[in-house]
């Protein structure tokens, strides 16, 4: 143990589950190491101490720890599981990845490097306004491009296959420029229900845009040079907004203003941001993530004289900054370039989170006028101190090396510091290029008690939240918010709560935004904050949250309106006027809990039996399940073949699909990324209906059993055949007719029906 800390106060059944599955350090067999979470303060404490000079380390461990316990700093989850832990993950949070070369090598090797990237637990995004637009020809080889928004599905499966480092799902960000002739694709990529679930998309924006719509004037969409097509800007407009305001995306990213703010504007350009829009980066950059927590740091709460203290903001702050400088240099990095990037810049993002709930403490209203001078005040103490930490570290150990005097201090942000701290900048120079940044913090606020995530208002008082648990069974819990426990605690459970205490179903989109707004002044990256709005609100006004946004100055907009489609897995448990309203208002997301489950010594299974046209043997399907609490999930699958010509893929595929398996969760997607195999050789017809491979059939097979144990249900199944494809497919065989290939699956089951060039297999139509 690392010296002394403060008592751990008393974990909540979800806190301690989260700690306990994401957070705690074990061995490979599963055996705890962490005995409890002030181990696993120690254990980041000791490890980010690791990149100080001997004499140093032990002073810099004891302040790191101090700073962690009591849930006052909270580093991200990624230095929370993976720091001191020897494992080969990387500590960052997010990565923007490698611009995207307009080649299918280029696009490839992109692939492979977000694949590696989400595989050591990194977030990605990825601007794809590089690649051609649909249509496009390819010169050499006498094709037409497929488009970005094709590629992106390629991606989405790659994510989906892979279970990043840890317990942490894949998540990416994609980007499109406003001007991209895809950009009406990109839109409405998202409409059909279940396309690109592992991507968050947003439409960059530019000023020159933002013109056109408001003066209704054309807008040219051009690539390379040469202009495609010209639509209305204020339609286009338009047409973002509607498919925000159906479906939630895509989000709006401010990108002139963001490059415009930037820091390191004089040796980067910046065209995409992490999964969950805070971090703005340029190509391979990398940022660490860590928040103050406000809801601890009120003196007196709840009384006349409550208030923030300060003093122990901008030490906890000073502290912070220096733990997250030192993770850059013992982090691993999943690629080089990223890490020749981070340490070029040592860009990290301090933030804030527990802001509503400490707002509560100090009995102000969110959004209200007095609520900003308070967080405007806060945040501009932090910006401060953070920027002090850096220069004092900078006189310590250096600038960061692409530090340049006179061009940082001509950067936007710089110039509204302090003067005194300018003069330091000046004479000694800054260890990280940009120091704070607001991430949304649902996992880690959880942690920490249930606390309010970043800026955003308190979700609810007390709502019910699925979560997903190791044997792949989800479990519905009552979490209640730190303030309103402490407020009951003081005054007694049946107190009334006074009017201050205001959820994100009950606010005014302006609070919100009045919130972003004053938050983005102080700091010097961009916010993560999602503005919650009601179902009923008119598309007229809907757009106007996103004017607004712009005028005010943020840096993007996200919103959430209730909709069919994105669904939600927080209930509101509350009971008030408009219950209906606060239920559909719920939003976020599944706290996963996965760890490979064990197995059990038996093992109740079905075995399938299926023949290839171009195998003389059989292959034989086994697929085995796992029984908990009555209900049957797959836990296994093998292939087996007397084919050895067959044996390394099917065993890398048995391999493969049983280690999805026992990850537990919601692992159908196996099943469609099988089935959507196609074999450029040619498939065959089974059962009435063409199969694009034999990777398809056991795709089939898989479905066939999942719904037979009651796992999936049957509305996935394949609908009955068409007779007159049937037909013409026969047809078209018996002719001896060379097999074309489908322009949209690859299937070579493109014939001319009925005087149109249709798939059979996937149904696309030349003629829509």
């Known amino acids: 143990m690392l010296g002394r800390t403060r008592e751990r106060p008393f974990m909540s059944d979800i806190a301690h589950q989260i700690w306990d599955m994401k957070y705690r350090f074990r061995q490979p067999d599963g055996t705890p190491i962490d005995s409890d979470v002030a181990a696993s303060w120690a254990r980041v404490a000791l490890a980010a101490a690791h990149a100080e000079a001997p004499p140093d380390r032990r002073t810099q461990a004891l302040a790191f720890a101090e700073a962690l316990a009591g849930y006052r700093f909270l580093p991200a989850g990624r230095i929370l599981a993976g720091a001191g832990t020897g494992r080969s993950v990387t500590l960052f949070n997010c990565f923007v990845m490698g611009t995207i070369a307009d080649s299918m090598d280029g696009i490839f090797s992109a692939l492979r490097e977000a694949a590696l990237t989400l595989q050591q637990g990194g977030g990605i995004g990825y601007d794809f306004s590089t690649i051609r637009p649909k249509g496009a020809p390819v010169e050499g080889v006498g094709a037409d491009a497929s488009g970005p928004v094709s590629f992106m599905d390629v991606w989405d499966a790659m994510c989906r296959t892979i279970m990043s480092a840890g317990s942490r799902r894949g998540a990416m960000m994609a980007t499109l420029l406003c001007d991209h002739p895809d950009i009406e694709d990109f839109i409405a990529a998202k409409r059909r229900q279940g396309r690109l679930q592992m991507f968050n998309l947003s439409v960059l924006v530019t ?111 000073t502290t912070a900054i220096r733990l997250l400088d030192n993770t850059i240099d013992v982090s691993r990095f999943p690629l080089p370039s990223q890490q020749a990037e981070a340490q070029a810049k040592r860009r990290i993002g301090l933030g804030v989170t527990g802001l509503a709930d400490a707002l509560i403490f100090c009995r102000t209203k969110y959004g209200s006028p007095e609520s900003i001078v308070l967080i405007e005040g806060w945040l501009k103490a932090m910006a401060e101190a953070a920027y002090r930490a850096s220069v004092d570290l900078a006189r310590l150990k250096g600038s960061f090396p692409l530090f340049d005097v006179d061009e940082y201090l001509m950067r936007p942000f710089i110039k509204r510091l302090p003067y005194d701290l300018r003069e330091d900048i000046a004479r000694y120079g800054i260890r990280n290029g940009l120091l704070t940044s607001i991430a949304p913090t649902g996992t880690i606020s959880l942690y920490a008690g249930n606390v309010s995530s970043g800026i955003e208002p308190v979700f609810a008082y007390s709502y019910n939240r699925r979560v997903l648990m190791p044997d792949g069974t989800a479990e519905e819990q009552i979490v209640r918010d730190y303030a309103v426990d402490a407020f009951h605690a003081k005054f007694g459970d049946d107190a009334e709560l006074p009017d201050y205490f205001v959820s994100a179903q009950t606010l005014a989109p302006g609070d919100h935004l009045a919130v972003q707004a004053a938050a983005q002044k102080y700091i010097d990256s961009s916010i993560s904050k999602t503005i919650n709005l009601p179902e009923s609100i008119s598309f007229e006004a809907f757009k106007s949250v996103y004017m607004t946004a712009y005028e005010t100055g943020c840096k993007g907009c996200t919103t959430y309106r ?82 050895m010509e067959a044996y390394a893929w099917t065993l890398a595929l048995t391999r493969m699909i049983s280690a999805v ?88 089951s493109f014939v001319k029906l009925e005087g149109c060039d249709s798939c059979l297999a996937c149904s696309y139509s030349k003629c829509g």
């Open 661 to 748: 398996f026992r990850r537990g969760g919601d692992v159908s997607f196996v099943v469609d990324e099988l089935k959507a195999v196609f074999d450029p050789r040619g498939g065959q017809w089974m059962e009435g209906h063409y199969v694009p491979s034999l990777l398809a059939v056991i795709g089939e097979v898989i479905h066939r059993h999942l719904i037979a144990i009651g796992f999936m249900a049957e509305h996935g199944d394949t609908p009955a055949p068409d007779e007159k494809k049937v037909a013409a497919m026969a047809a078209v065989a018996a002719e001896g007719v060379p097999a074309r290939h489908c322009p949209r699956c690859g299937s070579p």
């Open 562 to 643: 209730p909709n069919a489609v994105t669904g939600s897995v927080l209930t509101v448990t509350e009971t008030k006027a408009d219950d209906d309203a606060d239920a559909r208002a719920a939003t976020g997301d599944i706290v996963y809990m996965h760890r490979p489950l064990d197995r059990p010594a038996v093992l109740i299974g079905q075995t399938y039996k299926i023949k290839w046209l171009d195998s003389d043997h059989a292959f034989y399907i086994t697929v085995n399940d796992v029984e908990t609490d009555g209900r049957r999930r797959p836990f296994e699958v093998f292939i087996n073949s007397k084919n």
């Open 207 to 317: 000023d020159k845009f933002m013109a056109a719509v408001k003066a209704d004037e054309d807008w040219p969409l051009s690539f390379g040079g040469r202009v495609y097509r010209t639509v209305k800007a204020r339609a286009l407009w338009d047409s973002i907004m509607q498919s925000t305001y159906d479906f939630a995306e895509p989000g709006v990213i401010f990108i002139d203003r963001i490059n415009a703010e930037n820091n390191l504007g004089y040796c980067e350009t910046i065209r995409a941001t992490n999964p969950c829009g805070e971090q703005p980066l340029p190509p391979y950059g990398a940022c660490l993530l860590g928040s103050i927590n406000l809801a601890r740091l009120v003196k007196n709460p709840f009384e006349d004289g409550a208030e923030l203290d300060i003093a122990e903001l901008e030490r906890l702050t």
